[in-house]
């Protein structure tokens, strides 16, 4: 005869393995300064990429005006007003990115705990079954 609350969480359990289940178990295998260093180092390298293509669009926008300017102008200046555009681009995105992915691994690691907990009550009834 079939359980009820078996079938029930069962089928919960299933569910949840199915949809987000697979992505919070992944999260799961690492520490959580592991899995936010790592994050945010992807973070850091993507915003370099999207800086400089960004960048180069404006420098390529108008080509000749650059090329005939680029005499007149400080490059020193120019090259050290780039970068402190680049580090508050690039400092901006890792501390947000810090934050999604912290919020992001404390909630995998409460669902993944939610999800073990169900497994343990769900062993517990098959071996306390009569």
Known sequence: MLNEERVVL???????EANDG??????????????????????IISAT????VVFAMYIFYDFEIFMMDIYKMDLLGF???VLKIYAIVV??????????????YSRAHKS???YYMNLRKLSNMYSHKH
């Not at 300064?33 to 994050?39: M, R, V």
């Not at 990429?49 to 400089?52: E, K």
């Not at 810090?98 to 919020?103: I, P, T």
């Open 79 to 81: 090259g050290k007003s």
């Open 10 to 16: 069962m089928t919960k359990l299933a569910s949840y």
């Open 22 to 43: 697979k992505k919070n178990v992944a999260i799961g295998h690492f520490f959580r300064g592991d899995y936010i260093g790592w994050q945010v180092l992807k973070s």
């Open 49 to 52: 990429i999207a800086f400089v």
């Open 112 to 114: 993944l705990r939610l």
């Open 91 to 104: 400092g901006a995105y890792a501390v947000i990115s810090y934050f999604v992915y912290a919020y992001r």
